[in-house]
């Protein structure tokens, strides 16, 4: 359309409040102070930690994808999605000698009927989405122990091997996390389902007052989630030879702190896959930078969490002063 | 133990400080800006001790301001605020209340699972530390008596009182203070008539005791009702402060609107239109009790009622959104099942909430986003949009309803009350051909010179063979703008009444009096 402008708001979208603005400010120079902390630090730019930078950041990174759905649903987050990348790293292996493909495609449809079943939960009866998936981690945790014994489970041949090459020269599950922020992204800003999460994370009763069917919008939210997990279940499952419970440990905190890091609205409706992205990657800077300043494990969890707890304390200032 | 002399000394003076002839509260030259736009510029008031002074004006006009800066919330930029004959810099909202202004809250800020009493002290710094209980239940006591609410029960948890009650009690909580003037700001939005005029009786008792109250409303009925004086704001300028006796209501609307007042309501269209939307035996349990009507092509059905008649019940129960309903619904010749919001929409029935936050407007997406919320199917191949398509598509509905098209981009929550109804309605225009459009209370909060327009759109929408029902607890507006009126009491139907038939003693008759029993 010829008369339609293009205003500024639309190209950079600040808020309008002078205390929103100054948020936003507060954000941007974080990420400034970030990158010259990078800079400074003496091996921080060398391939070898770039490269093991890249590649925690992808498990977590595509975890933190399917989160992203669930969190603009405005269903905060869950729980389940670390046991459900370990049942789908398990399910993956056990299932290899239907060949790769094979495989893949059962722990695909394995991870996305985990998630299905909880976001049915959720979506149809509005059952407290915290609480639905905590049952569902002890529950899966439950079932999968009483069949695994406990044990992990570990591939026979070599069938993985494909799965820990290169595409283009980039590792493997670096690609897959870039692909799946690509696709989430295009799903979320250029498809109906998309729009839809939007308006149901938004405002639940609003989407339904409108006519439109918020219960499967948000089902759908949690197959995506499933599949983000079951994809991170297989690429770790394939890089560590063999799937077990301990596969996806803290991986739902590790994630639901990338998306709030990334500006992921925690209310719903706001945010987007490509945020994330840029909030798995900040944690992982932080994490790598404290490493190699000879920081221990537990000053890398301790500094997380202040960090999510200083993201959400800015996030509900900037709420409060939209109204 | 200075909070207990303060206590005892508040017991034994009464100085009533101002004086008399002397103002309660100046304000002079007030100006407030936020970035470059003026919310409010040069405004002065003069408050009298025991005068009720009403504040009218659009959504935008600057009240809101005025009552944040009055509050502490907001320090104004320029002007000066006298209390009593003091100037003061109101510094918070805590310091306004030690200065005697305490505002009443529109959304109520009491504990619903505390007393009635423990709500009243509350947080009051008149509460010495050992307590001295019987006293302090005296003077609650005495003050609900004061407002005409002695029949409430001290001991109540105010989770047990009807909305009316709790505002008594919220001011009895502001009175308690030595609030010498109250702001009240839009109270009646969520009240009964009858209630209403409790807490007008309540306001005069305030007024007797020599203490000042400022009433913001959108109503002019209740501005001639309890008011003495108005101040009228316009784009943040004081339009001017007039004596209510004998001030004409056009000139009033004309003062607000800055313009002389059109007809607000548009006329209608003769038309006799078939039957669209049949309902037979609706029953929505413990609420409404079989209730029928037809709605036909090109007509505006009204059900009147007031809050918790059942009227607003049955708009959202033929919108699909009260899972126990039951009766007999016909569309177009087409029967019905409710309980489902998507299934209704399908068959062309949309649905405008009178709750715009809660159930209206995604308050935090586009102004593009709400418009086009619907009609994603119509712009989309394989579940892909088609943005370009959509993008038009919003921009001939902010045409069609009255909004600014460089606004798409803004959060629907930046909107004044009445552009966000705009929005939630473009959201149902232009549906089906046989459309029915759903409203609960279509203008509620919105201003004068909005709802002309939001009226204007209803009655076009209309005039393509589709109908619309709409309740209300607006007598003006049920009076002017239905083109049949059913009203209900207590979900029962008392009367049917064609636009020619309509008076407003009858509705008010209506619904606010239990129907008659049949001979």
Redesign the interface.
């Known amino acids: 359309m010829s008369d339609e402008t293009l205003p500024l708001d639309r190209l950079l979208p600040l808020p309008h409040s002078t205390r929103g603005r100054v948020l936003v400010a507060i954000r941007f120079f974080a990420v400034i102070a970030l990158i010259g902390a990078a800079i400074a630090t003496p091996g921080f730019f060398t391939t070898v930690s770039l490269f093991s930078l890249l590649n925690t950041t992808s498990f977590i990174g595509c975890v933190a994808v399917g989160m992203t759905f669930i969190t603009l649903s405005g269903n905060i987050m869950a729980f389940s999605l670390g046991v459900t990348l370990s049942t789908s790293g398990i399910v993956f292996t056990a299932a290899l000698p239907l060949g790769l493909v094979g495989a893949m495609i059962v722990a695909f449809a394995f991870g996305a009927a985990l998630m299905g079943a909880q976001g049915f939960v959720i979506g149809y009866f509005r059952a407290n989405p915290i609480i639905v998936s905590m049952a569902a981690l002890a529950l899966i945790t439950g079932c999968a122990t009483l069949i695994t014994h406990g044990q992990g489970v570990y591939p026979h041949g070599t069938a993985t091997a494909a799965l820990k090459g290169f595409v283009f020269g980039i590792p493997i599950p670096l690609f897959a996390f870039v692909v799946s922020v690509v696709v989430a992204q295009v799903a979320l800003s250029f498809t109906r389902f998309g729009r839809n999460l939007y308006m149901v994370g938004s405002n639940w009763r609003a989407a339904l007052a409108a006519g439109l069917d918020p219960a499967r919008v948000v089902l759908g939210a949690y197959v995506a989630a499933g599949l983000c997990s079951a994809l991170a279940g297989i690429l770790m499952a394939a890089r560590y030879s063999g799937g077990d419970m301990e596969l996806g440990i803290g991986y739902d905190y590790h994630a639901i702190s990338a998306v709030l890091v990334g500006g992921t609205a925690i209310a719903g409706g706001e945010g987007s896959a490509v945020r994330s992205l840029i909030g798995a990657f900040i944690i992982a800077v932080c994490q790598v930078l404290l490493l190699l300043h000879g920081f221990s494990t537990q000053v890398q969890y301790l500094t997380i969490g202040i960090i999510v707890l200083i993201v959400i304390m800015l996030q509900t200032l900037a709420d409060s002063s939209a109204g | 133990m200075s909070i207990a002399l303060d206590f005892v000394r508040e017991e034994t003076a009464e100085p009533r400080s101002g004086g008399i002839g002397g103002s309660i509260v100046t304000v002079r030259g007030i100006a407030k800006s936020f970035?470059p736009i003026a919310a409010l510029e040069g405004v002065s008031l003069e408050i009298q001790p025991g005068e009720i002074r009403g504040v009218c004006g659009e959504n935008g006009a600057g009240k809101s301001t005025l009552v944040k800066i009055l509050t502490g919330v907001y320090r104004p930029d320029a002007g000066e605020i006298s209390v009593g004959s003091v100037p003061v810099t109101i510094e918070s909202p805590r310091h306004a209340q030690e200065l005697g202004i305490a505002l009443v809250a529109q959304e109520l800020s009491l504990c619903p699972d505390l007393s009635v009493e423990d709500n009243i002290w509350l947080g009051s710094i008149r509460v010495p530390f050992l307590h001295k209980k019987r006293e302090l239940r005296r003077r609650a006591a005495e003050t609900l008596e004061l407002l005409g609410a002695g029949h409430i029960n001290l001991d109540a948890p105010v989770a047990t009182l009807s909305m009316g009650e709790r505002q008594l009690v919220e001011i009895a909580r502001m009175l308690s203070r030595d609030a010498r003037l109250l702001i009240l700001d839009e109270p009646t939005a969520t009240l009964t008539d009858v209630e209403i005029e409790r807490i007008f009786a309540a306001l005069r008792s305030v007024k007797r005791e020599g203490r000042s109250v400022l009433y913001i409303t959108h109503r002019l009925a209740e501005l001639y009702a309890i008011c003495d004086r108005v101040t009228v704001l316009r784009n943040g300028e004081l339009v001017a402060t007039r004596e209510l006796a004998g001030l004409d209501r056009s000139l009033l609307i004309e003062m607000m609107l800055g313009r002389p007042s059109d007809e607000m309501y548009p006329e209608q269209a003769p038309t006799e239109g078939g039957a669209l939307l049949t309902i037979e035996h609706l029953t929505l349990p413990g609420i409404v009790a079989d209730f029928s009507m037809t709605a036909r092509r090109g007509e505006i059905v009204c059900i009147a009622g007031q809050v918790g008649s059942g009227a607003a019940e049955i708009i959202s129960a033929l919108?699909g959104?009260v899972h126990d309903a039951s009766g007999d619904f016909t569309v177009n010749g087409r029967r019905l099942k409710l309980g489902s919001?998507?299934r209704?929409?399908?068959r062309g029935i949309?649905?405008v909430?009178g709750d715009r936050a809660?159930?209206?407007?995604?308050?935090?997406?586009s102004v593009l986003?709400n418009l086009v919320?619907?009609r994603?199917?119509d712009h989309?191949l394989f579940?892909?949009?088609h943005?370009g398509a959509l993008?038009?598509a919003a921009?001939r509905l902010a045409g069609h309803v009255g909004i600014d098209?460089?606004r798409l981009?803004?959060q629907a929550?930046?909107l004044s009350g009445g552009n966000q109804q705009k929005l939630a309605f473009g959201?149902c225009v232009g549906r089906a051909a046989n459309g029915v459009l759903l409203m609960n209370e279509p203008t509620r909060g919105i201003d004068v010179g909005a709802r002309a327009e939001i009226y204007r759109l209803m009655r076009r929408f209309c005039e393509d063979g589709c109908a619309l029902v709409m309740a209300s607890s607006d007598l003006e507006e049920i009076v002017g703008v239905g083109d049949m009126v059913i009203t209900l009491y207590r979900g029962n139907v008392v009367g049917r009444y064609r636009r020619s038939e309509v008076s407003m003693h009858r509705i008010v008759a209506d619904i606010t009096h239990p129907p008659v029993p049949a001979p």
């Open positions: 970035g919108a959104l919001p998507a209704t929409a399908q949309m649905f909430s809660a159930e209206g407007v995604f308050r935090r997406l986003h919320a619907t994603l199917p989309s579940g892909f949009l943005t993008r038009a921009a098209r460089r981009a803004a929550e930046q959201r």
